[in-house]
């Protein structure tokens, strides 16, 4: 991968982050840090979708706590680009343990648990593509240009 290539991603606002009033938060740091929201949609995830996001998790002792958690309240679904936007995404949002997550980050400044640890992103380009897909058609995407967007 190149150096700035635009890269698309995922990043939910799982059902504690929405339920603290965080989704305007979590989308102003990603817009602060040049990161364009091209797609969003707030919903209530059905066990058998957790089942398929989380897939590569099941069978470990956390999976049971992950889709109960995801399917406990409305999320809100982000679809995300920019230059690198699958690292500065993770790098924005922190570690997944939030007493170990740098501060500075979402993570590290909000989440409370390692469960409910408000947000999810994609941690590869193939995890964000497969991952997109279970929360958006090709169709739901909208392009358009942000002012400065030449300098992100």
Known sequence: MAEGSVERTLILVKPD???RGLVGEVVGRLERK?????????????PELAQRHYAEHQGKPFYPALIQHITSGPIVALAVEGRSGVSVARLLIGGT??????PGTVRGDL?????????????????????????FGPDE???????????F
């Not at 040049?34 to 059905?46: D, F, Q």
């Not at 193939?126 to 897909?133: G, M, N, P």
């Not at 995407?141 to 300098?151: F, I, K, N």
Request: net charge positive.
């Open 97 to 102: 343990n939030p007493q170990q997550a740098s």
């Open 17 to 19: 982050g929405v339920r």
């Open 141 to 151: 995407y909208l392009a358009y240009s942000r002012v400065g967007e030449e300098y």
């Open 111 to 135: 989440a409370l648990g390692i469960t409910p640890n408000l947000v999810h992103a994609s941690d590869s380009l193939e995890s964000a593509a497969r991952e997109l897909a279970l929360y």
């Open 34 to 46: 040049g990161l364009k929201i091209v797609a969003a949609r707030m919903l209530r995830v059905a």
